[in-house]
Each structure stands twice: as C-alpha cells, then as structure tokens.
C-alpha cells in the first residue's frame, strides 16, 4: 500500500530540546512539502524539497531544519530557536508534472 | 503572490440539505485550484481538483465545485449532506511553476446536524 507516513503522532518536548519529525514516503515522489496547522488557520509552508540532496525555505522556516538524504525521507527538525512550536505538522508529497499533493497523517506536537 | 480567502469559518446546516462552501483567491499568476477535506487529528484528503477544461469539476463523496475566473472564486458545493461529511474544509492555490507549494485559506468547519 502506498503512501505517506508521519511519526510519532504525538510527541511532548520540553523548553529548549530539538525534536525531529519523521516524514517517508513510498510513492516513488520527488518533491516533498512540510506545512504547520495551528487552530482556525489555513496550512503553511515550512520547508520543501523537488529533488535529493536539495531543500529551500518556506515561508515559516526560522526555527526549523530539514535534510533530504534520500527520495522516500525528509525529517523536520525543530529546533530551540523556534519560538512557539506547539502545532500540528504535515508531510505531503508531489510527483514531477503533477500539482495534486499527497498528505500524511500529521504529527502533533505539543511543548510542555 | 497567492493568497485564498474562504469567507465563512463556520457552516451549520442539516443533514440531507445543501450546502456551498466559499471561496475566493488572488493570484498574480495563473493557479491550479484544490479543495481538501481534514477530519480531526488527520492528515488531508483531496476531494477535487481544478487544472483546466471544464469549470465545474466534480470530486469525490458526491461534492463538485465550479471555478469562475472572473470572479476569481471557487466555491464548493454538495446537494444534500450527510452527518459524515463534518469535518473542516480548505480551499488552495499553487501555481503552475516553481515550488509549486498549495496556498491555503484558513478553513470552514462543516457542522452537519440531524
């Protein structure tokens, strides 16, 4: 079965920790998307990657990092510098010539 | 630059009436036009897409949309619902070339009641 998978689905850090999110994919796609959700808003674009080994800011990017060793992974990092990270976190994914975006289920982190 | 607007953050509306979602976007350049729907705590389906062709596009779980260019609107619509279809609805945008990342608007809550 293809598709995208996100892990954990919850996840707790405290003040000051970096934590990673984990974002796979088996749909062969070259270009990956990570989106932040907090309440009674839209998405938005942290990091995206088209291709192995490259990777260019969104519009939310400060605070986080991304690596893209690999077609199937692209883990998101959040780091200490991010002031406010509590939120929801999507993974999509996109192949060449093709603008329909596949979402993971989300990961939802919470700083205690 | 890209920017949606859905004008109703809320939807109440009985189960078997219909119901139209809106949605409104402004763009620089020409966009492909996406309705996705998230039930809680998940990750976001597709319900249909607008690339080119015909202006009303017809997706999945009986839900179609038409695209009206002219008034730079996309609205979302269903002739009778059904308790399942409570869930949260987003509106997006992406443009034909670059990143290519979807634009969100900010959500309208689908609360079908019995």
């Known amino acids: 079965d293809g598709g995208i998978t996100q892990s954990p689905k919850y996840l707790f850090r405290k003040e000051g920790q970096n934590v990673t999110l984990s974002c796979e994919q088996n749909?062969?796609?070259?270009?990956m998307y990570w989106y932040r959700q907090d309440p009674g808003q839209g998405l938005r674009l942290i990091y995206y990657?088209?291709?192995?080994?490259?990777?260019q800011k969104g519009d939310i990017a400060e605070g986080y990092s991304v690596s893209r060793e690999k077609k199937e992974s692209f883990p998101l990092t959040v780091t200490s510098a991010q002031k406010n990270p509590t939120a929801f976190y999507l993974c999509?994914?996109?192949?060449?010539?093709?603008?329909?975006?596949?979402f993971g289920p989300g990961t939802r982190l919470t700083v205690l | 630059a890209q920017s949606v607007t859905q004008l109703d953050s809320q939807v109440p509306v009985f189960e078997e009436a219909p119901v139209e979602l809106r949605c409104n976007y402004s763009?620089?350049?020409?966009?492909?036009l996406f309705w996705y729907v998230q039930y809680p705590n998940q990750g976001l389906q597709l319900l249909l897409k607008?690339?080119?062709?015909?202006?009303l596009v017809k997706g999945i779980n009986g839900f179609e949309a038409e695209f009206n260019k002219s008034q730079t609107s996309f609205h979302l619509r269903k002739p009778s619902v059904h308790i399942s279809d409570t869930a949260e609805y987003f509106c997006?945008?992406?443009?034909?070339?670059?990143?290519?990342?979807?634009?969100f608007g900010s959500g309208t809550r689908l609360q079908v009641q019995p």
């Open positions: 990657s088209q291709i192995v080994n490259d990777f």
């Open positions: 749909l062969n796609h070259d270009a």
């Open positions: 607008y690339l080119s062709g015909s202006t």
């Open positions: 997006a945008v992406s443009s034909y070339t670059g990143r290519r990342a979807l634009t």
């Open positions: 763009s620089s350049v020409s966009v492909y």
């Open positions: 999509a994914s996109r192949t060449v010539g093709y603008n329909e975006q596949f």
